[in-house]
């Protein structure tokens, strides 16, 4: 006779270690495709098979289940390759948008030059142009152009410049002594 399976093998958490002796199933696969669709746990889950009023939970349970997250990572990982997204680019990036120069759009007479003769990093920064026609024939030209601040609020974090959060410790990285007294005169 078969070994009869339990709730002990159906995997989960055991001493603080993942255990999962069966392989993803259909349904949690299709989780992993659908979440790289729409990087949504409940409409991945929706879109998997799952019961509609318990979506949010079980995609929240699936982001956490090792075996999906491998996949999913996977997955990204595959789709970072094949558009050839790497650290350098998005870096690249990020210094193009942070260091354009709007004075490089415009001629010497202060004319806007076609974009033709715009750099690459200059016509990656601009996000549009408008012209409008003004009094007595003048041109009233309108150029935006990307956030400079956070571009470089970006690249800043990702060199380690600058830093989201703070650790405050006590002497020698111990915790902080804190002594609370109260004074009734005070009352």
């Not at 260091?99 to 010497?108: G, M």
């Not at 024939?137 to 380690?160: E, T, W, Y």
């Not at 002594?177 to 109260?182: D, E, M």
Request: with cysteine; proline share 4%; hydrophobic share 40%.
């Amino acid at each position: 006779m078969g070994k009869k399976i339990g709730r002990s093998d159906a995997g989960g958490w055991r001493d603080g270690k993942w255990v999962n002796p069966r392989p993803l199933n259909e349904r949690q696969r299709e989780f992993a495709r659908q979440f790289l669709i729409s990087r949504s746990a409940t409409d991945a889950a929706r879109a998997a098979g799952y019961n509609e009023k318990s979506c949010r939970e079980t995609g929240f349970r699936l982001t956490k289940h090792p075996l999906v997250m491998e996949l999913i990572q996977a997955g990204l990982a595959s789709a970072a390759t094949k558009a050839e997204i790497t650290a350098e680019r998005v870096l690249a990036q990020m210094a193009r948008l942070g260091f354009a120069d709007l004075r490089d759009a415009f001629d010497a007479e202060g004319k806007l030059k076609p974009p033709a003769d715009w750099d690459p990093d200059l016509a990656a920064a601009i996000t549009s142009v408008e012209v409008s026609s003004a009094a007595e024939g003048a041109q009233i030209v309108k150029v935006r152009m990307a956030d400079k601040r956070a571009a470089l609020a970006d690249m800043a974090r990702v060199l380690g410049m600058m830093r989201d959060n703070l650790t405050v410790t006590g002497k020698g990285g111990g915790p902080i002594q804190v002594t609370i007294s109260r004074d009734d005169d005070a009352l």
